[in-house]
């Protein structure tokens, strides 16, 4: 039986006593980690670049060497899936003034959250193919939910112009300081006698694809409480204690970690997600030696087949986060836009604010990322019977 919260999530109702308490926005001007005069400073460099550049393109001449065509001079709308102050909407605000300066174009930030990214995700694919719209993307929510038969979400493997991969997706799931399962071992043995409650923000997402499989891989029954406004709300639940467990990547939960207030309890890997000192002792879920493999056992089911299973699911949560523009983007935009992302990307000062903020980038091209996006659509198959019963179970 699904528990929900709140109204923020079409189809998803409760009584008003039992929703989560509003998280404030963070401010649309700031990237955690970074001084505000600095990013001041930067922004107005780049819009006296952007003004000359605009007066050029005016002026109809070609644009300066090196800048792309299409954009040039121009405003290009980047688009947010999820609300401001989450990690898609923190490195959107990182790589803007980077991706500005190289583009010569003002970049307008849009969050358009709902539906798990679903809502962005088709503002993306119905805009114009000229550059002038891009966005960032949940890949595997996306993923998650086109292979259960959703007509209305795009694909990412072939619905898309992908112009690279800014970050993979690597989780853990984490516990209230206050909280008595203090080892997953604990977690294990509470599911024995009730449900496992987990915080989530949207169907579809990838902390609901996460925790679905490998509830299933771990045997353990567990029950989604739903409807949150974005992640941060759903951590505040662990916070508060209204559910026993949450899943978020690890950048994004370190500093309640090192500050005490949560508690990594499994890493879904089969290798150390960081060399983290809370990560210490901390279980695997995949690998000969994770707990996937070591439940399969004590069910006497296949544990070459939980192996296989674990690293499916690992491949398809760590397709991660990518940056696409609409489909049918003409050859010329393509390759100039994907050149630039990756010069952004790379650039030394773009990795230093990233790292200021908690953040890692782990990039690739369009090519490579394309490549994994396909081979994590393939995983994705053998994973949707259990998203389907997922889903009608928290519909029910």
Same mark, same amino acid.
């Given at each position: ?8 999530? #079409? ?5 008003? =006593? ?10 649309s ?11 001041? !400073?930067? @922004? *107005? ?13 005016? =002026? @109809? ?5 090196g ?6 001079? @121009?405003?290009? $709308? ?14 959107s605000? &990182? ?5 500005? @300066? ?32 891009i966005?960032? !993307?949940?890949?595997?929510?996306? !993923? +998650? +939910? ?18 690279? $991969? ?14 008595? %399962?203090r ?23 990838? /902390? ?22 974005? =992640?941060?709300?759903? %951590?505040l ?7 026993d ?10 500093? *309640? ?13 089969? #290798?150390?997600?960081? !060399?983290?000192a ?6 695997? &879920? ?8 070591r ?10 087949r ?12 760590g ?10 983007? /003409? ?13 952004t990307?790379s ?8 790292? *200021?903020?908690?953040? +890692? ?5 369009? $090519? ?8 994590? =659509?393939?995983?994705?198959? $053998? ?7 997922a889903?009608?179970? %928290?519909?029910s």
């Open positions: 039986m699904a528990r929900h919260f709140s109204t923020p999530v #079409e189809g998803i109702k409760i009584p008003f =006593s039992s929703a989560p308490s509003t998280v404030r926005k963070a401010a001007n700031k990237v955690p980690g970074r001084g505000l005069s600095r990013r001041v !400073m930067l @922004k *107005q460099g780049v819009s006296a670049a952007a003004a000359l550049i605009f007066n050029w393109a005016c =002026s @109809k001449q070609p644009a300066p060497s800048l792309c065509a299409a954009v040039a001079g @121009k405003r290009v $709308r980047w688009i947010v899936p999820f609300p401001t102050g989450g990690g898609y909407d923190i490195y605000r &990182l790589i803007e003034p980077y991706l500005s @300066k190289k583009l010569g174009a003002e970049i307008i930030i849009q969050n358009i959250p709902g539906g798990g990214g679903v809502v962005a995700a088709n503002t993306l694919t119905s805009a114009p193919p000229d550059g002038l719209t966005g960032i !993307m949940n890949a595997p929510g996306l !993923m +998650s +939910s086109a292979i259960t038969g959703e007509e209305s979400v795009p694909n990412p493997a072939t619905d898309f112009t992908i112009l690279g $991969r800014v970050a993979r997706t690597r989780s853990v799931f984490f516990t209230s300081r206050k909280s008595s %399962l080892t997953f071992d604990d977690v294990l043995a509470g599911a024995r006698k009730r449900p496992i409650l987990f915080s989530i923000s949207e169907i579809g997402s990838t /902390n609901f694809t996460n925790i679905t499989v490998a509830a299933h891989l771990l045997g353990m029954n567990v029950e989604y409480v739903s409807g949150f406004p974005g =992640s941060r709300a759903a %951590l639940a662990v916070l508060r204690g209204e559910v467990l949450g899943s978020a990547t690890f950048e994004s939960v370190v500093d *309640q970690i090192e500050a005490g207030d949560l508690r990594p309890v499994l890493q879904c890997s089969e #290798e150390r997600i960081a !060399m983290h809370s990560l210490e002792g901390v279980p695997l &879920l995949g690998g000969s030696e994770g707990i996937a493999a439940r399969a056992a004590e069910f006497g089911r296949s544990i070459e939980a192996i296989e299973e674990a690293k499916s699911l690992e491949r398809l949560i397709s991660g986060i990518l940056v696409a523009a609409p489909p049918r983007l /003409n050859a010329e935009t393509f390759e100039c836009l994907e050149e630039k992302l990756h010069e990307l650039d030394s000062e773009f990795l230093r604010a990233a790292a *200021q903020s908690r953040r +890692s980038p782990d990039i690739a091209r369009a $090519r490579e990322a394309l490549a994994e996006i396909r081979a994590a =659509s393939a995983d994705a198959e $053998r994973f949707a019977p259990l998203i389907r019963q889903i009608k179970k %928290l519909r």
